[in-house]
């Protein structure tokens, strides 16, 4: 305890008192009222019944394992042994979202090697200028212009038919092939940087050196390359599975009618379905999804959380 | 061919690809703003028109959400600035494993979805308000409040990121040499500190603003039953019918163009005065 009071002692001495007010004034605000307090509630209310504002409070607000039990089993009456038609839109999206990460990490990896290939000053300013512009549109029009793209008379559809390929338009949206392709661009840009960033602290001489020594150039990635990078690889993989399992706009602009995302499932009990306990046991799911794939990440690829937020 | 000409044709194929994937279909969208066709397409071209445009700036809906944006950016601004530069602050003085810890407490809201961080800000206050009888009309069901605080969770980490960045390369012998002779820490705090941030401070509020204002995830379960930009484009863009949408992208495209270049000048102009300077002490 003393050195917890020393820690404080020092702190006062070293930026006075005013300053230290107010850096913990704005810490502690922002840690307790903004991060913790929430998630707490969020996870008791998760445990409730979904009660009129007039009962909150009284002998019939009582903890109940109902929001959970429905995920899992649906409503009682339910003549299957499990909710399948929930429990499979949540795998399906945490499946998907790993596609999409390893979509994305095999698209970009060429890529960020590129870049670090032809580093010198101007040409790869404008290089990374050209990767930055697009994710300064906004998210919902980036979706919205693969809508277009794909659409039944859009510019894919238009070529395909005058080319002779098909006579009938594809339905993409209806293929969820609008969905992936447009998932796989939202968060690519947390996937190239990420990357870049590794890979360009590496000395280029053990590049040279496993060349010189007759390497071919898939060993050199295998051996060489993706081991430096691996601290980027796990960064970008985590960050853009994260924002793909909790992706709303995308799927609710590009997706099919059969294909739902899991948020789209919790959106509905918060605004159509009006019921906010169950719409926070789902989220507490999806949340606790995210948590074990951070935590996995990290011990597959052995990296600190701290390395994985650069 | 030799195989080193190949390789370097096949990468530069997989650029160019990589590019069109990348721009393709922000241009095709662009060009259907400006098409004439009822529905947003850029094929077949039926002929030029300025008409979306016009019923863009006329969408009272979309003026009045991108005016709740406004607001509730220069709110995020205004919290989590401050937030993030005390968080980035004492992050600088904490021992190593009390670091370790809080890191990872400060660093959590940016590995947490969007969606979750504004159901648990929307519960949160809403239980608050009930347990203390609040009316209908107080700011604990306040879509813009409740919507500058869900951003500000986890926009405060990125700004603290951007000062954690600059801190490290501050020299704190300043401060002591201040503190010495007798300044006092609120002058230390306001005369070197915040001077030698500065250019974190202006990226900070940048950034803070912009990702405010893109914020679809969060905003759309705290904003209640306001509108923002950001929900009020999702729900035209879910009915999907309507080219004054690509107008829309036409126009913060352009503008993000323009900032870009305005920036990437700015960057070249500095680098010719340092590489003047280097040239002019070599003269000497």
Redesign the interface.
């Known amino acids: 305890m003393s050195r917890v009071s020393d ?1 404080f002692a020092e ?1 006062i001495r ?6 230290s007010v ?3 004034t ?2 502690i ?3 307790a ?7 707490l ?2 996870l008791d ?1 998760s445990f409730r019944f979904n009660l009129p ?1 007039s009962k ?2 009284t002998e019939e607000d009582v903890r109940t394992l109902k929001n959970y039990q429905y995920l899992l089993f649906g409503a009682e009456g339910n003549p299957n042994a499990f909710n399948w038609l929930h429990l499979e839109v949540f795998f399906r999206t945490i499946w998907a979202a790993v596609l999409v990460t390893i979509l994305n990490l095999v ?1 970009c990896y ?2 960020a090697y ?1 870049m670090t290939q032809v580093a010198s000053g101007g040409k790869a ?1 404008i290089l990374i ?6 994710f ?14 794909f ?1 039944l ?3 894919i559809n ?1 070529a395909l038919i005058n080319l002779g390929i098909v006579s009938e338009p594809v339905e993409f949206i209806k293929a969820d092939v609008a969905l992936y392709t447009g998932l796989a ?1 939202a968060y ?1 840009l947390l996937m190239i940087f990420p990357l870049y960033n590794a890979i360009e602290s590496l000395d280029h001489n053990q590049v040279d050196a496993a060349r010189d020594l007759g390497s071919p ?1 898939w060993r050199i990635h295998w051996r060489v390359v993706i081991p430096h990078a691996k601290p980027g690889i796990a960064s970008g993989c ?1 960050m853009v599975f ?2 793909t ?5 995308a799927p ?2 590009l997706g099919g009618p059969s294909s739902l995302w899991f ?1 789209q499932v ?2 509905q009990w ?1 605004y159509t379905g009006g019921n ?1 306990p169950q ?2 046991a789902y ?1 507490f799911v ?2 606790t999804a ?1 948590i074990v794939f ?1 935590l996995a990440m990290m011990r597959v690829f052995r990296v600190s ?2 390395e ?2 650069k | 061919m030799s195989s080193a000409a190949l ?1 370097r044709v096949m ?1 530069l194929f ?2 160019a690809l ?2 069109a ?6 241009v ?2 662009g060009i ?1 703003a400006f098409n004439t066709e009822k ?6 071209w039926s002929g030029f028109t300025l008409e979306w445009f016009n019923k863009l700036f006329n969408d009272t809906d979309l003026v009045r959400g991108f005016q709740n944006s406004l607001i509730i950016g220069a709110g995020v601004v205004v919290l989590s600035v ?2 993030g ?3 980035a ?2 992050m600088s ?1 904490l ?1 190593k494993r ?1 670091r370790s810890i809080y ?15 504004g ?6 206050w ?2 608050l308000g ?2 203390l009888d609040a009316e209908w009309d107080t700011f604990f069901y306040d879509g813009i409040f409740l919507s500058i ?1 869900g951003q ?2 986890f926009i ?1 980490t990125f700004c603290m ?1 951007i000062f954690i960045a600059r801190l490290q390369r501050f020299d704190r012998a300043q401060e002591e040499a201040a503190l010495d002779l007798g300044a ?3 002058r ?2 306001f005369r070197i500190l915040i001077p030698f941030l500065r250019p974190a401070v202006f990226a900070a509020i940048v950034l803070a603003f ?1 990702t405010s204002f ?1 914020n ?2 969060t905003t ?2 705290t904003i209640v039953s306001e509108s923002t930009l ?1 929900t009020v ?2 729900g035209k ?2 009915l ?1 019918t309507d080219p004054s ?2 107008a ?2 036409v126009l ?2 352009l503008i ?2 323009v ?2 270049t305005a920036i ?1 000048l700015r ?1 070249r102009a500095e680098e010719r005065k340092i590489a003047a300077q280097l040239a002019a002490e070599k003269g000497l």
């Open positions: 820690f702190f070293r930026n006075g008192v005013t300053i107010y850096l913990f704005a810490v605000f922002w840690i009222v903004l991060i913790i307090l929430p998630q509630y969020m209310f504002p909150i409070g698209i060429p890529i590129y300013r200028l050209c990767l930055i512009l697009p300064w549109v906004n998210e919902i029009l980036r979706a919205f212009a693969f809508r277009i793209l659409g008379n859009g510019p238009f661009y690519m150039w985590t994260m924002l399992a909790g992706a709303l706009a609710q602009i948020t919790i959106y918060f906010w719409g926070a989220a999806l949340l995210c951070v959380l701290g994985i937020a | 390789t990468t997989y650029v990589f590019f994937y990348l721009f393709g279909p922000l095709l969208m259907s529905y947003p397409t850029a094929v077949p401050p937030i530069l005390a968080a602050i004492i003085q021992h009390a890191y990872a407490v400060v660093l959590s809201p940016m590995l947490t979805p969007g969606v979750i961080i159901i648990s800000t929307l519960v949160f809403d239980r009930t347990a605080l500000t969770s405060s990121l006092s820490h609120l230390v705090f912009l893109e679809y995830n759309v379960f950001t484009l999702a863009v879910r999907g949408i690509s829309l992208a913060i495209i993000t163009l900032g870009a990437e960057k």
